[in-house]
């Protein structure tokens, strides 16, 4: 008896060692595609190897490799499809993949890299207002909701905060300011 439990126990350990070879190659294509130098996945910051792979577990675990390739994010080779722009997500799959990503990357540095990209240098007093006006919740809701082909107020009220403290409107402006995220 001790001897069909060792070989049981070896056999499980053998098999989940394997893992998914499906999920292993989209892992590997999807952290390839993410530490691309013109890659847009991450809004243009560029990912620390540690983020990719938290992309790309991420990607796989969190929302599955059908899934991505239901929304064509994951072509039927399991490379990424950087022209996607899923639009017609779930809820439940928009939830999770905006989770991924707003999770995986430093939220704040990517707005902080975007707008040091510009010709003006923030100031302390901007960069310290941007730091305040980003709200990971925000984002995350915001990122769902264009997965979805939706909008979303508190995505819209965090981006127009944001540009008052980048056009140096510190608590004064319209509503009517919006970034665009690359």
Do not use: H, R
Not at 26 to 35: F, S, Y
Not at 137 to 145: Q, T
């Amino acid at each position: 008896m001790k001897k069909i439990a060792a070989v049981l126990c070896a056999a499980a350990l053998l098999l989940s060692a394997c893992g998914n070879s499906d999920d292993d190659t989209a892992k590997k294509n999807i952290k390839a595609a993410v530490l691309k130098d013109d890659t847009s996945l991450t809004g243009g910051a560029k990912p620390t190897e540690e983020q990719a792979n938290c992309i790309a577990d991420g990607m796989v675990d969190d929302v599955g490799v059908d899934t991505l390739q239901k929304y064509k994010l994951l072509d039927d080779k399991l490379q990424i499809n950087q022209d996607a722009n899923p639009t017609n997500m779930s809820a439940d799959d928009a939830d999770a993949l905006a989770g991924v990503f707003v999770d995986c990357i430093d939220v704040e540095k990517m707005f902080e890299d975007q707008f040091a990209q510009g010709d003006q240098k923030l100031t302390s007093d901007q960069q310290s207002c941007l730091k305040d006006a980003i709200d990971e919740d925000a984002m995350k809701s915001g990122l769902s909701a264009s997965f979805q082909g939706k909008d979303d107020q508190a995505f819209t009220d965090m981006q127009n905060a944001m540009m008052k403290c980048v056009t140096g409107n510190l608590g004064m402006g319209s509503g009517s300011d919006q970034m665009q995220m690359q």
